[in-house]
Structures are given as C-alpha cells and as structure tokens.
C-alpha cells in the first residue's frame, strides 16, 4: 500500500523532477540544520532527508526533526545510518537495502532488527534499493560495499532491475557524500532504462552542469547535502537546473 508521503513524491514526479535536500546531524547543529531547512524549500526543494553514516538518535534525532518542522512544510524523511535511527517525529523513512555489501547484516539483517521499531513509531516505510558506485566514500567503507566500478553500467543495471523485482519501490544510486565525481551518465542512462520505478541519484553534485547531465541520462530524484554546507546559493542555481 503507498503511503501519504510516497504518493506525495510520485504525484510530484508526473510533474517534474525532484531534489532532496540532505541534513548530516553529525554536520549541522540545530540551527544550522533549521536554516538549511528553510533555505531548501525556499530554493524548491521537495523534501529533506535526515541521516549520515554514524549512528545519531534518541532524544537528539527527535528533537532535530522537530527543530527542522517548525522551519518547513516539506516532508522530513530518515535516510538511516544504523538500526535505531528512527524517529516518530519524521514523515516517512528510506526502509533501505544495501544491495551491494559484503555483509549480510546491512543487506537483511539490520532491516529486521529496525523493523518493528518503524511499526512501532507509526513511520511510513519506502523500501529502497540501496547501490553505492566507486568511490564510495564514507558510506562505502561502513556498509562493506563491493563497490559497483564506474565503467560497469550492467552491474548497477543488474542490481536495480533485481531491487525491483525484490518489490524495491525506488533504487538509490549512491557516489558517496563527498565525491570528486557524480554517478556516471552513462550508467544512470542504462539503470533508467531496465527499471520502472523512480531512480534517485547522490553524490558528487556540486554543479548545475552535472546536475544537467544526469537530468538528461534520466534520474527522477536528486539528492545534495555537501553543498548546503558550503556553498547554499549554489543550491538555488543546481535545483533550477533540476527543474528546468
């Protein structure tokens, strides 16, 4: 059954592409994050994804998400560093796969553990296929990835066609926060091409340009964090990009 805020996304996606902006807690203080907030949806943003790859949660992660609605209307989405990372105070969360790890725990494992705590909370899961492509960075190195080379489209065609037929309702394509480079055009072109589901893309956009060439090759949804924290009116010039 979808959910009030994945129905929310693909309506949007009939429309238009869509950006999420990306909220680190281990970057960004409560202000900060609360700025940033404001400043994605007034730049056109279409949600904010809260997570990284360390483990904030508890009290801390509630109180963040309640600091970040009180400065948007845009749905607030957990984009989960580890098992607990859960929050009753978020819209929805990435109930996400990491396909391509050595270790089973960040494949199933970990996914059955949180489960009952997103039932619990009332949360509403958006199964997602989880894909981290050369370099990786951060996340790569915590999830124990077979990271999928930049010059092998097929691989990452593979895993996504496979995520959909395992009932994935998006395929997250990730570089890592922090890389030189985007996902390849080139293999995000040939990832859309076998999937029928939306085709989310991170990592690396620190551009209109590049954010332009993945529009091209066909990516749904566009995913930056790194650049809120250096450099936000550039955010404005890459979501036009996206939009346009």
Do not use: C
């Not at 990835?145 to 097929?154: C, G, V, W």
């Not at 996902?183 to 072109?189: K, N, S």
């Not at 590049?210 to 404005?236: N, P, Q, R, S, Y």
Request: proline share 5%.
């Amino acid at each position: 059954m979808t959910g009030k805020v994945e129905k929310y996304l693909i309506d949007k996606l009939h429309k238009e592409k869509l950006h999420f902006s990306l909220i680190d807690p281990d970057s960004f203080s409560i202000e900060d994050a609360k700025s940033a907030a404001s400043i994605s949806e007034e730049a056109g943003s279409d949600a904010i994804l809260i997570g990284g790859s360390t483990h904030t949660l508890g009290n801390y992660l509630d109180h963040l998400i309640e600091s970040i609605k009180e400065n948007t209307t845009l749905p607030v989405i957990i984009f989960p560093g580890g098992v607990a990372q859960v929050s009753a105070k978020a819209d929805a969360i990435l109930f996400m796969s990491y396909m391509n790890s050595r270790n089973p725990y960040f494949i199933t494992k970990s996914q059955a553990l949180g489960s009952f705590l997103v039932k619990k909370t009332g949360i509403e899961p958006i199964p997602t296929g989880y894909l981290v492509v050369e370099p990786g960075e951060t996340v790569g190195w915590m999830g124990e990835a077979d990271l999928i080379p930049r010059k092998k489209p097929q691989i990452a065609a593979a895993y996504s066609l496979a995520a959909q037929y395992l009932g994935m309702r998006l395929v997250y394509l990730e570089a890592g926060s922090g890389s030189p480079e985007t996902i390849a055009p080139e293999m995000v072109g040939l990832v859309k091409k076998v999937i029928d589901i939306p085709l989310i893309v991170g990592g690396g956009i620190r551009s209109p340009d590049a954010a332009k060439k993945l529009v091209m090759a066909g990516a749904d949804i566009f995913v930056t964090g790194t650049i809120i924290e250096k450099d936000k009116e550039k955010l404005f010039d890459i979501i036009k990009a996206i939009k346009n």
